[in-house]
Each structure stands twice: as C-alpha cells, then as structure tokens.
C-alpha cells in the first residue's frame, strides 16, 4: 500500500466512523423509545392485576409476554394455587437443609470406638473468667458508609418466638458434623487472603437531623422547628427536612413510624413498609449505591427501615438516608433534643477512649468500625485477624445459636405462680469479650479426646473451642435444661431435662463444661469430635473501651442535676449497649440478606422474592450467601453466646481471685424458674445475687405479686413482664428506692 492509499483508506474510515455514530444514536433513541414503551406494557400489566377476574393467560396473550414475564410483573395474577405454592417453598427449605453435611447415624460401629466420655468433674475445677473490673472513674461533662444489608442475629426481641420446655411436636433436627478425609481439611483453614485489617482512614461524618413524624418537630444543631409533613411520604419527608435544613444527609425518626401508615392495606408489616420506602415522588428517587448489589438501596424491615433517596435531578450525585432511632435505643417519650443530646453525649464518650470515633448509621457498623480500631499494631495478630474458610463459617452459623429463648411449662412449674420475680443481666456480653478463639482451629476427634489425659481433657472443655457431643440427661434430675438440642423449624433450639433423654448437639467449651462440672448432677456426656482453637484477646480491648463509655454515661445518668441531661446520658448508656450487641451480631456474619428495587418491566435478579410493587418498581429481597467480609468471625460471636448461655445457669461473683458469690438459674430452686429471655431470669421468687451494677451482674427489673397464672405463651408472658415491671417501679416510687 502506498502513502496515497493509505491517506484515502483514513478519509474513508472517518465517514464510516461518523455513519456508525449515527446509526448508534438512532439505535440508542430507539432503545430508549422501547424501554418507555416496554415499562408503560408493564405498568399497565399491572394495573390490569387491580381487577379481580384477571387471567394470567388472557393478559399475557394481550401483552405478547409469556405468563411467566406477566407473574413477575404482577405477582397477584400467578395462577399457581396456593397450597401448591406454598409445598413448593416447603420443599425447597427441605432440599436446601438436606444440602447441608449431617452426621452420621447415632447407632455406634462395632470395630471402634466413636465418642469418648467426658470425665465427670468436681466442683472446684477452676474455670478461667473476666477479673473484676476496676471501679470505674467519674465522670466529668465536657456518621459515609453503605449498610451492607446483613441481618445480624440479635438478641430475641419482645416478639420472637418461644421454645417451650415442654416436649414439642417438632421432631429432632441434624446438624452438620465434620465431615472425614480430604473434605475435612477445609475445617481446619482460613480464606486465603481475607483478613481483618486495622484502616488507615477516619470514617466520614454525615449531616444528621432527629425528627418526631408524630409532631413535625425537628432538631438540628441547636435549634428546633416545626414542620409541615404532609402525607408523610419520604419525598414529603425529605422535602420539608431538606428545606429546614440543607444538606442533610442522615434523617432519624424518633417518633411516628410513618412507614406503618396505611398498614391495614396490606397483609403483611413488611409489604407496608416496601410500599412506603417505594412510594412515588417528582422529586426523589433510590439511590443505588454502588457494588455488586447496586439496586439494594432500601432495607425493608417491619420496625427499623432504612430508605435512601437521591435527588432524580442527580441521582449519582450525594444521598439521604432515612432511618429509624430504635436502631439505637428505644426513644419512646423522648422529645427530639433529648434524642439528639443523647447522640452527642454518645459521641463523646466514644471520644474518650477513640480518638477518631464516628457515629455511623447503625450501631452494627459502628461497633465494628470501632472495633477494627483496636488491632493490634504490634505483636502476632499485627498483621490482622485471619477469616473462617467458608465452610467452617457455615458449621458455626449452623451450630452456634445465639441467646436462649424459653418458657417452662406446668407440670415442671406451678400453674399458679405465686410470684414471677425478673431478672436481667446487666450489659450481660460485655462480660464475655476478655478471651476469644484465633487463628486456625485444630480439630479434635473422638479418638484424639479420648487418649487425652483428664487434665488435658479439662484444660480443652475450658479453652476457646465448639464440640460435636452425645448427651444423656441423668438419672434424678429435676432442674432446667443444660444445653440446647437442635429440632426442626428455622433454627429452633429446645433444653431437654427429662431424665435419660439423649440427643446429640454442638456447644461451646463453656456449656459443655458446665454440664460436666456443675454442683447438682454432672451429666454424662461422649465427645465425638470438636475444634480446638488458639485463646486470643482480639475483642478485650474492644469490650474495655466500651465498658468505660459505657459506665462514664450510667453514673452521669444518676449524679448529673438536670432531668434532660440524665435521660440523655442514660439513652446515650443504652446506645452503647447496642453497638456491643450488634457489632458482635456483626460479627457471625450470617448469610446475607440483600434487599432492592427493580423499575416494572425490567428483568429482576435471580433467585428473588418479591415483597411487593408499584406502579414503578417491583421490590425484592434476596438470600446473598456468605460475602468476602474481612470482618466475618463467627468464631467470637459464637463463643460469647455460648458463655452467656452458660451464665445464665452459674454465674461467678469475684473479688479479685476469690470466688465470693455464685448466681444464675442453677442456685434457684427446683420449679422456680418460668422464663430464660436471652440475657435474663423470671422466677417464682427473689433471689439472694448481689448487684453492684458491673457487667454481668442479676438486676432485680421486676415484681409482679401472686397468685399469678402461669402464662401459656410468649405474649402472655410479656404482658405479665410490663405489669411486673410497673409494680416494682411503683414500689420502688413509694420507698424512694432502687432497682436492687
């Protein structure tokens, strides 16, 4: 090719150059054009599901959709009975439970030995525990991070349901045991270059506001106004916030649940508050973030909801979060400057013990932003904390649950109670973060345990591990249950205590500890397998940090002279709380729960379900799995619970190294006890424990005089709890004493 050539072919690639822009354009306008006929045909289809003798079939036929295009627009017009739709979700929750390893049957090989027999200890094995803290010091007075949508497990709320201790229809459920071979070294590893790693940036604050939707009133900075709501849809939300006060950035709800109006239109809480956080506006639209879920901008919950908005001018441009003060302390009956002095009391401890403390959206991130600033920067751990292979991080999901939920029937209790006496476990977890599991665990097989020494045996029930164990309640046994017994239903625990009743589980080093060495009857337990892990302290510097804010806001709650001052300082104190509760929930790293919205008519993402829709978007929830998270260690969430649980049962009052005090369900009398609620007691009668206000400690929350009947159910239960919270309250009104 020569120079006159080669110039001619250029011209010539510069014209077909210009005529393939033009054509792209007229490919683009026309997509567009499509696009906007294809959502009017969707939002049409689902108008058309607004009228009762709908068809799938004749609508699909007028639409020129398949049916199965039309039933993911319009989920109302799925022809698929409902008995079949509902076996069919029954069989997938049975295939995805069967997926799971489960151990093998319980009958025992005649050529070797499966289980070793625990030694049954005496009472004066020591058991390592939390020295007691120092009194702490007296106190003088002087939020840019995407949720990542993961449902941490959380202490059983006031609705959770409940496992009677009485025996149950439910039927016994397999956990995954570890599996032999090469399978099995995958237990005993961690994820290859996921670690836990302290930043090297400080967390961006965000423009916060605090309004009561009941009364318009908001705070922000130092001023209140009162606004004018309108229906209280978000953008009438953000509108009038945003017009008091520009550049919001983060919206709390104090007061009025605007995503509960209109409520009784739908069958379920959860479809009202899609419908609410989707609700149409001119002037605002999701913000989608950014990441592999960027539709995930909402999180439909029934009572904490998070909404995020972007203006549709500029929807890539700075977003607003709506949220939920009940993330972090209960606000009921407080006004708007008493929640806000609350954040800022708040902050201010937090700044006492991290210098570069920022309030984030929840409590969950900011424990866990707190906490990656207390890796260590010297010594083994320097170089961060290593992740869970994945499948290891499922067997604790699996079998780790979390507090313990139940209520004892009659005959094992009197029908007429003659007084049901609460108790609660102050900042109870908080107790249990001075060791935790590192590092890679070693695994344990019954062979292994059984050629151990008893000291050796003794040292490793002690030490940070998690045991796959056949247990035998024993003969004469007339107190509660020691440990949890998985049975089928959405990891549904019970405690048996019925004499000579076997069942084989997984717990922690503590529990099973207890069941052998506790002062009634040991009970008989055979080790079939464990994981034995490094003793660590990746969380004590964490839990102290947090314990001091924490104790600096409880007794500025009391000595400060300003009513307002107290109830803020005593919210901020319970705002602590939660981020130790929920940074450690953070922790377990459960399989994901991704939440987003679709525009109608566009494909949704695969393995969806559908909570509800508009006329413009279809909203959708969907299982995530397990996410490369630096931050994952079930392993410490584990191992926490498993030691609250335990304390619940015994608990150890120390003075330095003298054990001067024992408390918990174990030192009540038999038939006493009615109720286990995560991290507290009812009983028939007060007990003789000690409070000193430390963490741990048994506070006296409430009285109820007898006779009482004995309750039948949870929600009687908690109707009996607030009558016994209020009486005690009143009483102690009338003597001008204390919870004691």
Not at 244 to 267: F, L, V
Not at 397 to 411: S, Y
Request: neutral net charge; aromatic residues 6%.
């Amino acid at each position: 090719m020569d120079r006159k050539t080669y110039t001619a072919e250029l011209a010539g690639l510069r014209e077909l150059r210009a005529e393939i822009t033009a054509a792209e354009k007229a490919v683009a306008a026309a997509q567009k054009e499509l696009d906007k006929l294809t959502a009017r045909r969707a939002r049409r289809v689902a108008g058309l599901a607004g009228y009762e003798g709908a068809k799938a079939d004749a609508v699909a036929k007028a639409a020129g959709l398949s049916v199965g295009d039309v039933v993911r627009i319009a989920p109302l017009l799925d022809p698929t009975p409902a008995a079949v739709r509902a076996a069919k979700v029954d069989d997938q929750a049975a295939a995805a439970g069967a997926a799971a390893p489960v151990p093998a049957p319980e009958a025992e090989p005649v050529d070797e030995p499966t289980a070793a027999v625990a030694p049954a200890l005496t009472r004066p094995v020591p058991v390592p525990e939390q020295p007691a803290p120092a009194p702490a010091a007296p106190v003088t007075e002087a939020p840019a991070e995407v949720e990542d949508q993961a449902v941490a497990e959380k202490p059983a709320p006031a609705t959770a349901p409940v496992v009677p201790a009485a025996p149950v229809a439910a039927g016994p459920r397999e956990l995954p045991a570890l599996p032999e071979g090469p399978a099995g070294a995958r237990f005993e590893a961690v994820t290859t270059g996921l670690v836990s790693k302290r930043p090297n940036f400080t967390q961006q604050t965000r423009s916060t506001v605090f309004l009561d939707a009941a009364t318009g009133d908001l705070a922000v900075r130092d001023r209140v106004v009162r606004l004018d709501l309108g229906a209280r849809t978000p953008g009438g939300i953000l509108d009038a916030v945003l017009h008091a006060a520009p550049g919001t950035e983060r919206i709390y709800i104090t007061a009025g649940a605007p995503w509960h109006d209109g409520a009784e239109r739908y069958s379920t809480l959860k479809d009202a508050v899609a419908a609410w956080l989707n609700t149409p506006s001119e002037r605002w639209t999701t913000a989608v973030g950014a990441g592999r879920d960027k539709l995930a901008g909402h999180f439909v919950h029934q009572r904490q909801p998070v909404g995020r908005y972007a203006p549709t001018a500029a929807p890539d441009g700075g977003s607003t979060e709506i949220r939920s003060m009940g993330e972090w302390f209960d606000p009921e009956g407080t006004d708007v400057v008493t929640c806000r002095q609350a954040f800022t009391l708040l902050w201010q401890a937090l700044r006492r013990h991290w210098d570069d403390a920022v309030l984030m959206g929840s409590p969950s991130q900011t424990g866990r932003d707190l906490w990656s600033r207390t890796i260590p920067t010297t010594g083994k751990w320097a170089g961060g904390y290593p992740v869970l292979s994945e499948e290891l991080r499922g067997l604790l999901h699996a079998t780790g649950g979390q507090g313990r939920t139940e209520l004892i029937l009659p005959p094992r209790v009197p029908e007429q109670l003659p007084a049901l006496v609460e108790y609660d476990r102050t900042f109870a977890y908080a107790k249990h973060l001075w060791k935790s599991p590192v590092g890679t665990p070693r695994r344990i097989t019954a062979a292994a345990f059984a050629a151990m020494t008893e000291q050796e045996q003794t040292k490793a029930l002690m030490s940070c591990s998690h045991w796959n164990v056949r247990v035998t309640v024993p003969a004469g046994w007339n107190h509660v249950g020691l440990l949890p017994a998985p049975v089928t239903g959405d990891r549904a625990w019970v405690y048996p205590s019925t004499p000579g009743e076997t069942f084989v589980t997984w717990a922690g080093g503590a529990e099973v500890h207890l069941a052998l060495a506790n002062h009634l009857t040991p009970w008989r337990i055979e080790v079939l397998g464990g994981l034995l892990f490094e003793d660590g302290k990746p969380l004590d510097e964490w839990g102290k940090r947090l314990k001091a804010a924490w104790a600096d806001l409880a007794n500025l709650s009391r000595i400060h002279g300003d009513e307002r001052q107290r109830t803020a300082a005593h919210l901020a104190s319970r705002a602590v709380r939660s981020v130790l509760l929920f940074g450690l929930g953070g922790f377990a790293q459960r399989p994901r729960l991704v939440s987003g919205t679709t525009p109608v008519g566009e494909t949704l993402p695969a393995g969806v379900e559908i909570l509800g829709q508009d006329g413009q978007v279809v909203t959708w929830q969907r299982q995530a799995g397990f996410s490369r998270d630096p931050y994952a260690h079930p392993e410490w969430a584990a191992y926490v619970w498993s030691g609250a649980r335990a304390a619940l049962l015994d608990m150890k009052y120390r003075q330095g190294k003298e054990v001067i005090g024992h408390a918990g369900a174990l030192h009540a009398k038999p038939g006493t006890v009615v109720y286990f609620g995560t991290d507290g007691i009812a009983l028939t009668e007060r007990q003789p424990w000690p409070y000193r206000g430390e963490p741990g400690d048994y506070l006296l929350k409430g009285h109820l005089t007898g006779p009482v009947a004995h309750p039948q159910s949870q929600e009687e239960y908690l109707k009996l709890r607030g009558l016994g919270r209020a009486e005690l309250a009143a009483a102690q009104v009338a003597t001008g004493g204390e919870q004691r």
